[in-house]
């Protein structure tokens, strides 16, 4: 019996994103002890008979939590910003959950470990979104020289799901948390405080993000107990483009000691002019090799 579990979600525009991902946990033989199960938010039949063949579980994602229609507008895959903080209900049987976005893919197995290391005692295994090379990590519109307007992405969109001035006060610089990777026990006390959380920052602000917010709520507000892991452990390559080992064949951090990318995130996408490297193969951008040399190279799994 399995006792860990890699969980993802995806709607029949992602599958190819989905079944990339997929690829990528079972390109690693340590993969056969650990059970990859999959929401399903609006995939055809034969792309569920395509995962079937390699997973172990699909389930169909639900609304968790009651959200008004005219904020869904038939968008199905926004089930994952509420069904993904309610993962022991779909798939009980396991005791420690790894959740990965579809739009992200295992470059590195130690990552997985870490994860689920990290997630031992209850605590939360999750990543925060800098490191080193991050510029910019709020957004401040200047007033008559001193006076400023926060538009960190905590604040923004804590005020905008009317969840407090004193809360969103709390969140307004505090390092932001990207939930598209993280790890918890089925009994963590951590899913209680995101899907109370959630149920908050539901009410008012919009579906996406409203999961984000609410595991940052949970983290800065709640003190839930949390081990952050590397940026490499959930690298999003749109706020740092990596660069390639071309002597182990394999994307690194940009600068030194250049670690292995553990898993690699394409949230937001990576843009040549319209065309977004998550929905189009032939997009390839310019990287540099820690050899000194330019690249043209895609992202994706396999590509």
């Not at 990528?24 to 079937?52: N, V, W």
């Not at 001035?165 to 932001?176: E, G, I």
């Not at 951590?190 to 959630?198: A, P, R, Y």
Request: overall charge positive.
């Amino acid at each position: 019996m399995k006792k860990n579990v890699i969980v993802s979600l995806a709607d029949s525009n992602y599958f190819e994103l989905l079944n990339e991902l997929v690829d990528s946990i079972k390109s690693f033989e340590k993969s056969k002890d650990i059970a990859i199960c999959i929401l399903d938010a609006g995939l055809t039949s034969e792309q569920k008979i395509i995962l079937s063949k390699k997973v172990d579980e699909i389930k169909s994602a639900e609304w968790d939590i009651e959200v008004p229609a005219f904020k869904v507008k038939g968008k199905e895959w926004l089930k994952s910003q509420v069904s993904r903080a309610f993962l022991p209900k779909y798939f009980p049987n396991y005791e420690k959950y790894l959740w990965i976005d579809c739009d992200a893919w295992v470059n590195d197995w130690d990552s997985v470990e870490l994860y689920f290391k990290a997630c031992e005692d209850g605590k939360l295994g999750i990543t925060q979104t800098l490191g080193p090379g991050y510029k910019i990590m709020s957004k401040v519109k200047w007033l008559f020289g001193r006076l400023a307007i926060i538009k960190s992405q905590n604040f923004k969109h804590a005020v905008k799901s009317k969840i407090g001035l004193s809360k969103a006060r709390k969140l307004a610089f505090a390092p932001h948390i990207n939930i598209g990777v993280f790890s918890l026990e089925k009994n963590s006390p951590g899913w209680v405080s995101w899907q109370k959380n959630l149920y908050q920052t539901l009410k008012s602000g919009n579906v996406f993000g409203s999961e984000g917010l609410a595991i940052n709520m949970s983290v800065y507000i709640d003190d839930l107990e949390t081990e952050f892991l590397p940026l490499n452990c959930n690298w999003i390559a749109s706020n740092l483009l990596p660069k390639f080992n071309e002597v182990e064949n394999t994307f690194v951090e940009p600068y030194l000691p250049n670690y292995k990318i553990g898993i690699m995130h394409l949230a937001a996408g990576i843009w040549d002019g319209n065309n977004d490297m998550r929905l189009d193969k032939t997009v390839k951008i310019k990287i540099q090799s820690i050899q000194k040399n330019s690249l043209s190279k895609s992202l994706r799994f396999g590509i």
